[in-house]
């Protein structure tokens, strides 16, 4: 039996499979909606970012518009957090565009909520100064209640104080000797 091989067809091969692996995993690491079809904005924050990851979505209005791409401490103040989004290029973030960290449901599942404050058509300029523009950041839902709890406990703390001082035992009998 006689073995004939032909080289070139086998070599094709081997170049096209090597090829259509490599482009494979080049699409595999792209974004799926075409290279450069995101704008960058920059957030600061001083509230805790855990459970934010980079590639957490970033939602405008409940819907997906772009992922966070990096999360850092900041250099100058370490009590803050600087992020860098990336948002969809067809939407306009207006001036009056603001940022928040949530939560979603139980899950914990962490996600930046944009929305637009006022009806500005305004867009949102770069500073003169800053890498990227920089959209504000209001505080959580979470935030705002874990900052109001201590405050409530210590109104509920001081109202039981004086409902003990009013329900002593020299003023309950005070008022059964009144009822008498």
């Known amino acids: 039996m006689k073995k004939d091989m032909n080289y070139t067809v086998l070599g094709i091969s ?18 799926k909606s075409g290279i450069g079809s995101y704008n960058t904005y920059s957030l600061t924050t001083s509230e805790s970012v855990s459970g934010l990851l980079p590639d957490s979505p970033v939602l ?5 518009v772009g992922y966070v791409s990096s999360i850092k401490i900041d250099k100058v103040n370490p009590d803050k957090v600087d992020i860098i989004i990336r948002v969809d290029k067809t ?9 928040t960290l949530n939560s979603q449901g139980i899950t914990g599942v962490v996600y930046i909520g944009l929305k637009a404050k006022t009806k500005t058509k305004k867009l949102l300029k770069q500073v003169a100064g800053e ?16 900052n109001l709890v201590p405050t409530v406990t210590e109104n509920l703390t001081k109202s039981m104080q004086g409902i003990q ?11 059964s000797k009144i009822l008498k």
């Not at 001082?165 to 008022?175: E, F, Y």
């Open 60 to 64: 405008f209005s409940g819907v997906k």
């Open 14 to 31: 081997v170049v096209s499979i090597c090829t259509i692996m490599i482009a494979f995993f080049f699409w595999l690491a792209t974004d």
């Open 91 to 99: 939407i306009p973030i207006y001036a009056s565009t603001v940022a």
């Open 165 to 175: 001082r009013i329900l002593s035992k020299g003023n309950t009998d005070n008022v």
């Open 131 to 146: 890498t990227y523009p920089r959209i504000p950041v209001e505080k959580s839902l979470l935030s705002q209640l874990s």
